[in-house]
């Protein structure tokens, strides 16, 4: 019976290093996993903000403000007749 209590006791002892081992084994990789998850929430925020940034460039050059004023630059001038579609076409009429 001692022989018995003896295997016993042993067998939990080596259950208890396994789990101990295994705890430590899980336990560093959610601390690495956390890790990358703080890193890869860095670079969202990175990217978040330089999203924004081009929004706000692209929201500049497209405003018609802008278009004109660069229109004006190369050359191109408003035109001051009145273009109608409900005028008749004369080449249509023959």
């Known amino acids: 019976m001692n022989k018995l209590l003896n295997i016993f006791i042993v067998i939990l002892f080596v259950a208890a290093v396994a789990s101990g081992a295994v705890n430590i084994y899980i336990s ?25 940034q081009l929004e706000a460039k692209v929201l500049s050059y497209s405003s018609l403000n802008t278009i004109a004023s660069r229109a004006a630059e190369l050359g191109f001038e408003e035109n001051k007749d009145i273009v109608s579609v409900y005028n008749p076409v004369t080449l249509a009429r023959n």
């Open 28 to 52: 560093s990789t959610n601390a690495l996993g956390s890790l990358e998850a703080t890193d890869l929430s860095s670079k969202i925020d990175d990217m978040t903000q330089s999203n924004m």
